[in-house]
Structure formats: structure tokens, C-alpha cells
T-cell receptor, first 116, second 116 residues
């Protein structure tokens, strides 16, 4: 079974530029998560999708971040415009069932973003 | 507010020695608890999880964790550390109610170094 795929693996941009990250979850997984992991910290949830609908985006900075999961499969996270403090690893995770607290989340390798 | 505390930022142990990584949580309901491991440049991999039953949980790679409700702790242990265990370890609590159901709240992580 293929794992969670993410691209690109690394990205360097200048502040005020735009950037987009792509995630393809494990086949058949209903729930998809985007996390932000700043250096020296644990991952922080940005947004959770259930199939193609958003169920929790309370921690997403909506003035600059956006995400979509068209057709309930792969997902894109965008930052526009980027700030220096957005430098982080962006992790995508998926789980097979819908919003169960004990459900295992499977993580991709992440996209490391550096904003100069 | 829900939170996870990992008091040790960095731990160094000798290969073959025992290991204990500490985790304390603050959560208003019955917690769902997880330990994940992250190797450099990799995503997070689940080591073990607890949500009911026996308070001593066995995981992969020879790890175990013990849930102690009275101490609000979920410490990770391994009797004999291998050089390949060098990584960063994250404790997390799973939200099991409300709009954030299914989300994970992570601690800041403990980096484990292994001396030969």
C-alpha cells in the first residue's frame, strides 16, 4: 500500500511570494489533515477535511492560507503572500475513517518551506 | 485548554541502556494518547496508542507506554536502546469531542541521541 505522497519536498521563496503544496493521501482514506511544524515544535493542525468538505479550519490563517480537496482525494495547500514566519515543514496526514478520536493518522514526508 | 507537555527537549542515552521519555497531558475528558517518532527528513510514524483497557500499551520496535490517569502521564519506555532509535519523539492527545474531533494536539517533542 502506497503511503501519503507530498510534493515538492523542498521549497525556497521570498517573502510576499506565493507557494502551493500538494498531497495525495492513502487510497480510500476519508480524512485528510494539513499540519504546520515549525522548527523545535510539534506539528500544529491547520485544517481537516472529511472527504471533500472542511470540518475544522479554526487554526488556519485564512488571510493568507487556503486549502482545497477537490473530489475528495488529493489536496492543495496554498500560501499567498508568504511571510518569514511561514518557514516550516508542512505535513499532510490521512486516516481511513471519519473523525474518530482513536484513528491512526498516516503522515507524508512533508514539504520543507524556507521563506527569505 | 488541552495541552501536551514533554519536559525533556533532548536526551542522550548509551546504546543498550534503557529509555524513558516523559509526557504529561491536560485534557478534560478521557484521553486518546499517541506516541509518534520522526526520523530526520521523514514524516511521523505511529509507535503506539492508547484509548481504553490495559494501561500498559505495547508498540512497534520494542517500545511500550504506560497510561497513569492519576499523574496525567503517558511515558514511553524501551528496555534497550539501539542506535537506530535516534530520532525525535512526539506525544499527542486525540480530541474526542466537539468540532475538533479526530484532531491531534502534539507536544514539542523530545530529541533522542544514542551514544555508541
Amino acid at each position: 500500500e502506497a503511503g501519503v505522497a507530498q510534493s515538492p519536498r523542498y521549497k525556497i521563496i521570498e517573502k510576499r511570494q506565493s507557494v502551493a503544496f500538494w498531497c495525495n493521501p492513502i487510497s480510500g482514506h476519508a480524512t485528510l489533515y494539513w499540519y504546520q511544524q515549525i522548527l523545535g515544535q510539534g506539528p500544529k493542525l491547520l485544517i481537516q477535511f472529511q472527504n471533500n468538505g472542511v470540518v475544522d479550519d479554526s487554526q488556519l490563517p485564512k488571510d493568507r492560507f487556503s486549502a482545497e480537496r477537490l473530489k475528495g482525494v488529493d489536496s492543495t495547500l496554498k500560501i499567498q503572500p508568504a511571510k518569514l514566519e511561514d518557514s516550516a515543514v508542512y505535513l499532510c496526514a490521512s486516516s481511513s475513517r471519519v473523525r474518530l478520536a482513536g484513528e491512526t493518522q498516516y503522515f507524508g514526508p512533508g514539504t520543507r518551506l524556507l521563506v527569505l | 485548554a488541552q495541552s501536551v507537555t514533554q519536559p525533556d527537549i533532548h536526551i542522550t542515552v548509551s546504546e543498550g541502556a534503557s529509555l524513558e521519555l516523559r509526557c504529561n497531558y491536560s485534557y478534560g475528558a478521557t484521553p486518546y494518547l499517541f506516541w509518534y517518532v520522526q526520523s530526520p527528513g521523514q514524516g511521523l510514524q505511529l509507535l503506539l496508542k492508547y484509548f481504553s483497557g490495559d494501561t500498559l500499551v505495547q508498540g512497534i520496535k520494542g517500545f511500550e507506554a504506560e497510561f497513569k490517569r492519576s499523574q496525567s502521564s503517558f511515558n514511553l519506555r524501551k528496555p534497550s536502546v539501539h542506535w537506530s532509535d535516534a530520532a525525535e519523539y512526539f506525544c499527542a492527545v486525540g480530541m474526542n469531542y466537539g468540532g475538533s474531533q479526530g484532531n491531534l494536539i502534539f507536544g514539542k517533542g523530545t530529541k533522542l541521541s544514542v551514544k555508541p
